[in-house]
């Protein structure tokens, strides 16, 4: 008999800051049981109302490059001035658990877990247009002019790396990014390719 796979999926969703991937990842968490949200480690200095180990692990510059030496990350990036990374161990152990594992990170954290993990599923997601994402991310009011300007030069680079991405959502509308996101993840839990590989039939 064929059985479901006992591995959860690697889901990788990048796209520009200010494309609405938190809003987007926390809903879709609401949705579904089978789902981890992976907290990266950061030297960006909290915003009002993130919490520590639950948006991320708010880390000194000296306790980020120590978790470098200790070779804890999965990927690690600098992005507009701060780095961030994702801490390798609970990504295993909630995939080996049968948990697929959302990471939301940049394009260049991106390329190494699709170097290092095949099998991650990836999604980019973004806005409709880059005047909604600045309108976005002035919106957002936590950010200084030139942070916003140097996330808008960012978006531009991050753009010219969507083609390396398995699915592109545009997310004119928060519900059908949910929905598409959430099919996603559907499509990639029943891929022969994924299940087989469980029952060692490949
Ligand atoms: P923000 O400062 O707006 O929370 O995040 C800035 C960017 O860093 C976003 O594009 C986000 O996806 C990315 N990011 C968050 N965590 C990580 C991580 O662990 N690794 C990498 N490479 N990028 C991350």
Redesign the pocket.
């Known amino acids: 008999m064929i059985a479901r796979s006992k591995k959860g999926v690697l889901l990788i969703v ?1 796209g520009p ?1 200010g494309a609405g ?1 938190s809003t987007v990842i926390s809903r879709l968490s609401q949705l579904r049981t089978d789902l981890r949200f992976s907290v ?1 480690a ?1 030297t ?1 200095a909290p915003r009002p109302g993130e919490i520590d180990g639950q948006d991320y692990y708010f880390k000194t510059q000296e306790e980020f490059w120590e978790m470098i030496k200790l070779d804890a990350f999965l ?3 600098e ?1 507009v001035g701060n780095s ?3 801490p390798a161990a609970p990504v295993d152990r909630d995939v080996a658990e049968g948990y697929s594992v959302i990471l ?3 394009v ?2 991106a390329a190494q877990v699709m170097e290092k993990r095949p099998d991650a599923v990836s999604v980019f997601l973004c806005p409709p247009s880059m005047e909604e994402l600045e309108r976005r991310l002035r919106g957002r009011g936590t950010d200084s002019e030139e942070k916003i300007r140097d996330r808008l030069m960012a978006a531009h680079r991050e753009y010219a790396q969507a083609h390396k991405y398995r699915y592109i959502i545009i997310n004119d509308d928060a519900d059908t990014a949910v929905r598409e996101l959430d099919a996603i993840l559907t499509a990639e839990r029943c891929r022969s390719s994924y299940i087989l590989e469980g029952e060692n039939l490949l």
């Open positions: 990048s800051s991937k990266s950061t960006r990927e690690h990036a992005y961030y990374g994702t939301d990170i940049e260049q954290g």
